[in-house]
C-alpha cells in the first residue's frame, strides 16, 4: 500500500526566515511519482513539483527547492527566505502507474508566515 | 488558472437530498479524477475516468456516482446527502493513463458543499 506522512501538522516562522516541511512516503513500488502541491486560504490546489523515483538530483526553482532521498523515503520541500504570501496548506502527494495515477496524499502542513 | 473548471463554485443543501457537481477538464485532458477533501479524512481521491471509462475507484460510498461525457466533462453526483459528506470536492485532469509518465494533475477551483 502506499502512504504519505506529514509529520508538522502546523509550522509557524517569522518572514525571511527559511522553512523545510517533510514529507516520508511509503511504497513497495520501484517506479513512482512524487508531488507538491500547494493549497492557499482561496482553496484551490497549485501543483509546484513532481518528481519520478529515478531522478534523485535536488530541484531550485526560485525560492524553493526540493530535496528527494530514496534511502531515507523522504521528499522535503524548503522555502528560502519566505514571504507571507508563502502562507498556505502544503500537501505532498504520491502516485503509481498501477493505481491509475490517483494521487495519494499526506495530512498536509499549515505554514504560517508572519511578517 | 489551471484550465480546469468546475461549478458551482458553493452549494448548500439539505440531508436526504441530490446534487450535481459538474467539472470540465483541460483542452486536450481525457482524465478526470475526483477528489473529496474534508477535515476528518483529508484529501482523498474517489474516481477517476478516462475518455468516458471509469479506470479507478477509490472509497467512494455507494451513493456517490460520476460520469464522463463524450465532450469530456464529468459529473459527480450524491445522493441521500448526510451532514458527513459536506466537504471540499475537487475534479482535476491529466492527458494521460498508464503510459509511460504519468503527467501531473492540473486541479479545478473546487465545489464546496455543506449539507445542513
Known amino acids: 500500500a502506499q502512504k504519505v506522512t506529514q509529520a508538522q501538522t502546523e509550522i509557524s516562522v517569522v518572514e525571511k526566515e527559511d522553512v523545510t516541511l517533510d514529507c516520508v512516503y511509503e511504497t513497495r513500488d520501484t517506479t513512482y511519482y512524487l508531488f507538491w502541491y500547494k493549497q492557499p486560504p482561496s482553496g484551490e490546489l497549485v501543483f509546484l513539483i513532481r518528481r519520478n523515483s529515478f531522478d534523485e538530483q535536488n530541484e531550485i526553482s526560485g525560492r524553493y527547492s526540493w530535496n528527494f532521498q530514496k534511502s531515507t523515503s523522504s521528499f522535503n520541500f524548503t522555502i528560502t527566505a519566505s514571504q507571507v504570501v508563502d502562507s498556505a496548506v502544503y500537501f505532498c502527494?504520491?502516485?503509481?502507474?498501477?493505481?491509475?495515477?490517483?494521487?495519494?496524499f499526506g495530512a498536509g502542513t499549515i505554514l504560517r508566515v508572519k511578517s | 488558472d489551471s484550465g480546469v473548471t468546475q461549478t458551482p463554485k458553493h452549494l448548500i443543501t439539505a440531508t436526504g437530498q441530490r446534487v450535481t457537481l459538474r467539472c470540465s477538464p483541460r483542452s486536450g485532458d481525457l482524465s478526470v479524477y475526483w477528489y473529496q477533501q474534508s477535515l476528518d479524512q483529508g484529501l482523498q481521491f474517489l474516481i477517476q475516468y478516462y475518455n468516458g471509462e471509469e479506470r479507478a475507484k477509490g472509497n467512494i460510498l455507494e451513493r456517490f456516482s460520476a460520469q464522463q461525457f463524450p465532450d469530456l466533462h464529468s459529473e459527480l453526483n450524491l445522493s441521500s446527502l448526510e451532514l458527513g459528506d459536506s466537504a471540499l470536492y475537487f475534479c482535476a485532469s491529466s492527458p494521460s493513463y498508464g503510459t509511460t509518465d504519468p503527467y501531473e494533475q492540473y486541479f479545478g477551483p473546487g465545489t464546496r458543499l455543506t449539507v445542513t
Open positions: 502527494a504520491l502516485t503509481h502507474m498501477e493505481y491509475g495515477n490517483k494521487l495519494v
